[in-house]
């Protein structure tokens, strides 16, 4: 039940990413189309803009890599010896775990150091600058569970990697 739950809220993750995508390209899509007919532009288009990509590339991440979809280089790893290949997976899983876990506590420093000073973002929109940060140690966190799941071979896919 668990993990059924856990792969609907990574799922729940992704299509967030794909909706904030598929708005930004209709904003910026409409912008573009309204500047060229006179109609003028809309500041924030800019400023959601550049708020959303990086929060759909933190949404998409944990998802990718239950997926195995996520970038890699399998260059080095298919080239070795399979019992050295899993080893060198193990081994880029657990950096990547360690990695995951450092942004979660810093995301959660950044957060509430924010929201202690009352930093607010002020442009087009006026926003508390923690809300930024916010969705970094869910993110990173959700990162780390999968490379764990990948060092403990629970990975839906698992056994499906060059040295399965």
């Given amino acids: 039940m668990l993990g059924r739950a856990y792969g609907r809220a990574l799922h729940a993750c992704a299509v967030v990413a794909a909706l904030l995508l598929g708005a930004v390209a209709l904003l910026v899509t409409g912008d573009v189309v ?3 007919v006179g109609l003028g532009t809309l500041p924030w288009i ?20 239950y997926h195995s979809e996520h970038v890699r280089l399998d260059a080095l790893i298919t080239a070795l010896p399979p019992p050295a290949g899993r080893a ?3 081994i880029a ?5 360690v990695i995951c876990l450092v942004f979660v506590v810093y995301g959660a420093k950044a957060i509430a150091s924010s ?3 009352g930093s607010m973002v002020i442009k087009a929109i006026v926003f508390p600058e923690w809300w930024l940060y916010a969705p970094v140690p869910g993110c990173f966190a959700l990162l780390a569970i999968e ?5 403990l071979g629970q990975g839906p896919l698992a056994g499906t990697g060059p040295h399965a």
């Fill in 115 to 117: 929201a202690q000073q």
């Fill in 147 to 151: 490379f764990v799941r990948r060092m």
């Fill in 46 to 65: 800019i400023e959601v803009s550049e708020y959303s990509l990086p929060l759909a590339t933190f949404l998409v991440a944990p998802w990718l890599l």
């Fill in 93 to 97: 899983d657990g950096m990547g775990l």
């Fill in 34 to 36: 309204a500047r060229n």
């Fill in 88 to 90: 060198l997976e193990r």
